[in-house]
T-cell receptor, first 117, second 114 residues
Framework: GAVVSQHPSRVICKSGTSVKIECRSL??????MFWYRQFPKQSLMLMATSNEGSKATYEQGVEKDKFLINHASLTLSTLTVASAHPEDSSFYICSANKGDLLNYGYTFGSGTRLTVV | AQSVTQLGSHVSVSEGALVLLRCNYS??????LFWYVQYPNQGLQLLLKYTSAATLVKGINGFEAEFKKSETSFHLTKPSAHMSDAAEYFC????????????FGAGTRLAVHP
């Protein structure tokens, strides 16, 4: 199989603090992981592509200094929301592909609901 | 640029009725296409995928989709809806080359009523 674990599932933080979200591929190595943001009742917006051992590639309009991505190993990517504000409240989802789209497609984590108060 | 368009943000069917969720794609090269389902406050679960093999793709939970190049469509169907099918459904296209980014349609919320 191809399992992606995302932690935490829910986090509430105070405005101005930083929050780290982890995305792990449990049974495969993922050189590339993706981070998405989803607003209520809306689709997933790709934020950035996380590459193991190198800098992340951010989509246009995504603040790289606000959303810090680190892909330090082949099984772990982290998204840190720096100095979070209420407008950063959202559902964040990571995904990875096992590298074999024909057989596995993309696997998604269960998401993290971030609420900034 | 590759993109997908899902026609109908909300679809409502009766239990036991046919489910048809529409997806059209735009791509200058043969695409990989996917259908995902999302339940409230959860991640996405893959229903099925088209990766240039058979044009009729069967997925989990009785869903299937047909790739029609002439119509640039990849509609999702299920012969008989169950109450448990009520969820949000997303069509997605993989951008070839680079890191194979996945681009999603706007989603269709399926409601199933008794």
């Amino acid at each position: 199989g191809a399992v992606v674990s995302q932690h935490p599932s829910r986090v509430i933080c105070k405005s101005g603090t930083s929050v780290k979200i982890e995305c792990r591929s449990l049974d495969f190595q993922a050189t590339t992981m993706f981070w998405y943001r989803q607003f209520p009742k809306q689709s997933l917006m790709l934020m950035a592509t996380s590459n193991e051992g190198s800098k992340a590639t951010y989509e246009q309009g995504v603040e790289k200094d606000k959303f810090l991505i680190n892909h330090a190993s082949l099984t772990l990517s982290t998204l840190t929301v720096a100095s979070a504000h209420p407008e950063d409240s959202s559902f964040y989802i990571c995904s990875a592909n096992k590298g074999d789209l024909l057989n596995y497609g993309y696997t998604f984590g269960s998401g993290t609901r971030l609420t900034v108060v | 640029a590759q993109s997908v368009t899902q026609l109908g943000s909300h679809v409502s069917v009766s239990e036991g009725a046919l489910v048809l969720l529409r997806c059209n794609y735009s791509s200058s090269v043969p695409p990989y296409l996917f259908w995902y389902v999302q339940y409230p406050n959860q991640g996405l679960q893959l229903l099925l995928k088209y990766t240039s093999a058979a044009t009729l793709v069967k997925g989990i939970n009785g869903f299937e989709a047909e790739f029609k190049k002439s119509e640039t469509s990849f509609h999702l169907t299920k012969p008989s809806a169950h109450m448990s099918d009520a969820a949000e459904y997303f069509c997605a296209v993989s951008i070839s080359g680079g890191y194979n980014k996945l681009i999603f349609g706007a989603g269709t919320r399926l409601a199933v009523h008794p």
